[in-house]
């Protein structure tokens, strides 16, 4: 029953939705089903849902944006995922390597 809750505030737009452990999951979530190395600002993206506003989604997107980064941290240190860069400008990138043959030899 409080898991039919806190998915009926998400998708209200209630104060949960914005919650770290809401984005941890989804974030989890996203690098399972995603092939390949994920950037945050793609992260933040998918996982920000549908924001109209240009200056909402733009703040908005940095503030998800660092919470992934936190989080990705976090994961890193448990050997879950794996962080790289990605193109010139060095945007960081996770990808999910527990339970993976490259897993097993760290």
């Given amino acids: 029953a409080h898991l039919a809750q806190q998915q009926a505030l998400e998708e209200a737009g209630g104060k949960t939705s914005h919650s770290l452990w809401l984005y941890t999951r989804k974030f989890v979530r996203l690098l399972l089903t995603k092939p390949g190395p994920i950037s945050l600002a793609e992260a933040a993206h998918d996982l920000m849902g549908n924001v109209q506003e240009a200056a909402k ?50």
Avoid at 59 to 67: A, G, L
Avoid at 75 to 100: D, E, H, M
Wanted: glycine residues 8%.
């Fill in 57 to 106: 989604r733009g703040q908005t997107q940095v503030t998800v944006e660092r919470r992934l980064y936190d989080v990705g941290s976090i994961l890193c240190s448990a050997n879950l995922i794996k962080k790289t860069y990605l193109g010139r400008r060095r945007q960081p990138a996770f990808s999910w390597v527990w339970g993976s043959p490259e897993a097993e030899a760290m």
